[in-house]
Every structure is written in structure tokens, then in C-alpha cells.
């Protein structure tokens, strides 16, 4: 293979992505994880210099000429790499010289995965202080406010003009609180899911299908399947419940006529350690990507917390339950987010091969 290595299947098997460098900087070489890291074909990039093909924000271009005129490694960290096909990721650079060659090993060791897992912990224990809230809101509140809305409709029985325009008020403005304590209470909902293999593609198609003749018949939804994608271990119900509410996230980012893309590929790079100790794979990853505006950079590191939204009266529970149904199912949830491109990407657990049949699981969050 180019630069020198002659173990084709070891270079296939490194779990990071990893480029080969030859002079003039030029790629000449990169594994299978580099091609989904950057979601380009090795076709579509050998041969062509590194800074056409991938997008680096930071200073690697001296350091790297540096490290191959003096023959040393090079680490550099915390700089985005990305490619036309993937937003940027912060990552760390490993930069090495294979020995006898002039070619470089460049391996890239992405850090959104390690931080937005911690993310991930710490937006399910929020999640969990706001139920405890959110079933005291809805059981202290919703009474009341029909007490409030019955008085309401009996006054404007003898009011005229005017005053009969408050009373109504009055009636609206109690049902857009009962309104907004229901999702509350959706929210709250703490039954833990039912695990059976399920067909993403069946599942994203429902969620699809419901958008198109709804809140996103303005979009274009664009569909990017991988046929060959194994089933996944997760409640279809409430993974319906989390691919309906990205959707409507991306419908109502973006403009009348812009699109939604639903991309379905596998990366077997992904690991998580759960509260157990035990490491679980999700290599399924499931991405919901539109070309609106992007996240408010104020709230782009927060979008999972209760209560935290960047449109106006929004409640800020739709991707907080996301993120707790996801979590609830043993997945991972994460986004990425620039003007113009916002992905979000779920990954989820391969469904074994001996399948469970009447004995379905149900799982708690993690």
C-alpha cells in the first residue's frame, strides 16, 4: 500500500481516523475510518493536496512542513477538522514520519465523543431534577387554571364588546398553560422503554411520512439510507417520538423550500462506558442535518437542557425529551451545529442476532 505499510488489513483495522501524507502534501492514502470520520471516499481524496479536501481550523500547515523537514511527531490540540461533507469537530492531531519514506501518518483523534458523552450525564441528571418538577407543576397547576378558564366562559355569557374580548383572553391564555403543562408531562413520563429489534429505516420513514404532510410540508426531505444497516435494539415508539421531534426541530429552523436530510450509515469507532463499568458499542448512527441558520451560539452547547430553546416561545422540552429517550434506550445523542449546516447525530446499539422474543427488555435511563 502507499508510504510503506504492507499490512493492509492492520491499516484497515486502526479505530481512529488516519491519513497518510506524501510530499507536497498530498494525500495519498486513508483508512476506512477516516472515511466515515469525514464522509469522503478515498477516491474522492487521493491524490489531492490535504487542504482542498479537508477542512482544518488552526494552524497545521507550518507545524506540519515543520515536523517533515526535521523528521519528528508532531500533537496538536483542540483544532476543528472537518470536510465539505461534515461539519468541523474539535479533535487532536497525531502527526508521525514512517521511517525510509517521506510520507507522514496523520491520526485524528476526535473530542466531541468523549465531551458530549459527559454532556450526556450531566443533561440526564437534569432531566431528572426537572421531572420531579414537572409532575408537581402539572398536578398544582392544571386544576386550578380549568377552575380559572370555567369562570371565565360564565362571565362572558353577560359581557359585551370589550370586555367579553378579555374574558376570552383569559380563556386562551389558560389553555396555552395547559397546553404547555402537558408537554411538561410528557415530559415526566418515566416508563422505561421496551427494547425489540426494530428496522430504523421503518421507524424513520413513519416519522418522515408524518412531518411531510404536517409541520415540514414546507421543506425538502431528503433521504440517505445505507440498505445495509443491521436492525437496532430500541423502542420504536419513542424512537418514533425522538425522529418526529428532530424533524420538527429542522422544519421550523428552516425557510419555506430549504431541506432536511436523514442519513443512515455505520461507525463501529463508537464506544460507551456505561455506570456499570461495562463498554457497549453503537455503531448504528442515524443524523438529522438541515441548511437552516444553525443554533443561537449563546445556547449551542446547552440545546439538550430542560427549558433551554432559541425560539420565541418555545418550551425547551422537545430536545431535552430527545435526549432522555435516547439516553433511556442506551444511545448517545450529540449536534453539531454552524450556520447554514446543523446535524444532529443519534447512535444506537446493534440488536443481537438471538433476538428476544416474548422476554422483551425494558431499561431504565443510563
Known amino acids: 500500500m502507499p508510504g510503506g505499510i504492507p499490512d493492509q488489513a492492520l491499516w ?44 482544518i481550523g488552526g494552524p497545521l500547515q507550518e507545524p506540519l512542513m515543520r515536523a517533515r523537514a526535521r523528521g519528528t511527531s508532531l500533537i496538536v490540540n483542540d483544532i476543528d477538522i472537518g470536510s465539505v461533507e461534515r461539519a468541523p469537530v474539535q479533535c487532536n492531531i497525531q502527526v508521525a514520519p514512517l521511517q525510509g519514506t517521506d510520507t507522514m501518518l496523520m491520526m485524528i483523534s476526535p473530542r466531541d465523543v468523549a465531551s458530549r458523552m459527559s454532556q450526556n450525564a450531566v443533561t440526564l441528571k437534569a432531566a431528572r431534577s426537572a421531572i420531579g418538577m ?12 380549568a377552575g380559572i378558564t370555567g369562570a371565565a366562559q360564565l362571565l362572558s355569557m353577560n359581557l359585551e364588546g370589550g370586555d367579553r374580548e378579555l374574558t376570552d383572553l383569559i380563556v386562551d391564555e389558560c389553555r396555552r398553560i395547559v397546553k404547555l403543562l402537558e408537554q411538561v408531562e410528557e415530559f415526566g413520563n418515566l416508563s422505561p422503554p421496551v427494547l425489540r429489534p426494530v428496522n430504523l429505516h421503518d421507524v424513520l420513514d413513519r416519522a418522515r411520512a408524518s412531518a411531510s ?49 436523514l442519513r443512515t450509515f455505520y461507525d463501529s ?16 448512527q442515524v443524523e438529522v442535518i438541515d441548511n437552516g441558520p444553525g443554533l443561537p451560539p449563546d445556547i449551542a452547547g446547552d440545546v439538550f ?50 433476538a428476544p422474543g416474548e422476554g422483551d427488555m425494558t431499561t431504565g435511563e443510563t
Open 12 to 55: 484497515n483495522a486502526l479505530p481512529v481516523p488516519a491519513l497518510l501524507i506524501a510530499e507536497g502534501e498530498v494525500i495519498a492514502d486513508l483508512n476506512p475510518a477516516a472515511e466515515l470520520f469525514l464522509n469522503l471516499s478515498s477516491r474522492a481524496v487521493v491524490g489531492h493536496p490535504l487542504w482542498e479536501r479537508v477542512t
Open 134 to 145: 414537572s409532575e408537581m407543576l402539572a398536578h398544582e397547576i392544571k386544576n386550578p387554571l
Open 213 to 261: 404532510v404536517g409541520f415540514a410540508r414546507h421543506m425538502m426531505i431528503v433521504e440517505d439510507y445505507d440498505p445495509s444497516l443491521p436492525q437496532t435494539l430500541a423502542d420504536a415508539d419513542q424512537l418514533t417520538q425522538v425522529f418526529l421531534n428532530l424533524v420538527k426541530n429542522a422544519a421550523e429552523a428552516g425557510a419555506k423550500g430549504g431541506s432536511i436530510r
Open 269 to 284: 469507532s463508537l464506544q460507551v462506558v456505561r455506570a456499570d463499568g461495562t463498554r457497549a458499542q453503537l455503531p448504528l
Open 305 to 354: 437542557e430542560p427549558f433551554v430553546s432559541g425560539r420565541e416561545n418555545g418550551t425547551g422540552l422537545g430536545l431535552a425529551l430527545v435526549a432522555k429517550l435516547i439516553g433511556g434506550m442506551g444511545g448517545w445523542i450529540g449536534v453539531d451545529s454552524a450556520p447554514g449546516r446543523t446535524v444532529f447525530r443519534i447512535s444506537l446499539p446493534r440488536a443481537p442476532k438471538e
